[in-house]
Each structure stands twice: as C-alpha cells, then as structure tokens.
C-alpha cells in the first residue's frame, strides 16, 4: 500500500527489496526470456551478458529478492538442483535433458486424468505434477553416433 505524502514518515516507502537496480533487472529479464527454469548458475552466466560486472553473491542476493517479493519461484525437481522461474506461470512441464541438465518448459499437457475426476479405489484427483526426461532437440543433433 502506497502511503499518501501527507503522511509525513513515507519517505522511505519503498523497501530495498522492491528497488530497480540494473543488476535485478538484467536477471528477471534473463529469467523471463528463458525456456525453462534456470539455476543461479545459469542465471549468472546469462545476465554478466547484459552487466558484464555482475557476480554471483549478486545473483544470489537478488535470487533471494524475488522470491520474498514473489516474482519468482523455485523449481525443485529430483537432481536435487533448485531453479527458478516467473511466479505465476499457467499450468506447465518441464522437461529435463540427461545430456546437458538443462530443464525446458514443455507445452501443452500430457496428462488426461482430469482434476476432479475420480479414480478406480476412490481416489479423487485434484491436482498433478509431471517431469519428462531424456534428450533435448539440442543434444539429439550433435550426439554421437
Ligand atoms: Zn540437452
Ligand atoms: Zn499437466
């Protein structure tokens, strides 16, 4: 909630946390520009090509940003690797590459048990999640033969 300026003490209304910097710029940009969920590490790599200067106790003090403030989430999926991509994305899959690691937003949904649909048992549905493994287009092309 903005405070009008009659207020007096709303000077500083605007916590560090919701501040633009270059820096938390560059990263949202680079996270909303990606494929699929990222690591820090790959965030990193992504945003020093837009602030040459960026280091990586930046990337992960602005990671940490975005998630208090919501703009992000973490991804976590069975590597143990936790990634990040835009709060609020519409129902999604991802697709994990056993050759580079890397993990892509996958589109449509393959599932057709449907929420609300009761299973065999009496098992009522409510929700799923799914992660596809494999090879993404990337490596089945320069795989050797
Ligand atoms: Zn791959
Ligand atoms: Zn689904």
């Not at 690591?39 to 990337?59: D, F, M, N, Q, Y």
């Not at 991509?85 to 393959?110: K, M, N, T």
């Given at each position: 909630m903005r405070r009008?300026?009659?207020?007096?003490?709303a000077v500083s209304d605007a916590p560090a946390s919701q501040r633009h910097t270059p820096q938390r710029e560059?990263i949202l940009?680079?996270?909303?520009?990606?494929?699929?969920?990222?690591?820090?590490?790959?965030?990193?790599?992504?945003?020093?090509?837009?602030?040459?200067?960026?280091?990586?106790?930046?990337?992960?003090r602005n990671v940490k940003l975005l998630l208090e403030t919501d703009m992000i989430?973490?991804?976590?999926?069975?590597?143990?690797?936790?990634?990040?991509?835009?709060a609020?994305?519409?129902?999604?899959?991802?697709?994990?590459?056993?050759?580079?690691?890397?993990?892509?937003?996958?589109?449509?949904?393959?599932?057709?048990?449907?929420?609300?649909?009761?299973?065999?048992?009496?098992?009522?549905?409510?929700?799923?999640?799914?992660?596809?493994?494999?090879?993404?287009?990337?490596?089945?092309?320069?795989?050797?033969?």
């Amino acid at each position: 909630m903005r405070r009008s300026p009659e207020n007096g003490d709303a000077v500083s209304d605007a916590p560090a946390s919701q501040r633009h910097t270059p820096q938390r710029e560059a990263i949202l940009r680079v996270i909303r520009r990606a494929h699929g969920p990222l690591t820090t590490g790959e965030i990193h790599k992504r945003a020093r090509r837009l602030c040459p200067k960026l280091g990586i106790a930046t990337v992960y003090r602005n990671v940490k940003l975005l998630l208090e403030t919501d703009m992000i989430q973490p991804v976590i999926l069975p590597d143990g690797e936790t990634r990040y991509e835009l709060a609020g994305l519409s129902h999604h899959h991802h697709f994990h590459c056993e050759v580079c690691h890397r993990v892509y937003d996958l589109d449509g949904c393959p599932v057709t048990v449907r929420h609300g649909m009761t299973l065999p048992g009496g098992f009522i549905v409510s929700d799923h999640e799914l992660t596809l493994y494999g090879t993404c287009p990337r490596c089945a092309s320069s795989e050797p033969v």
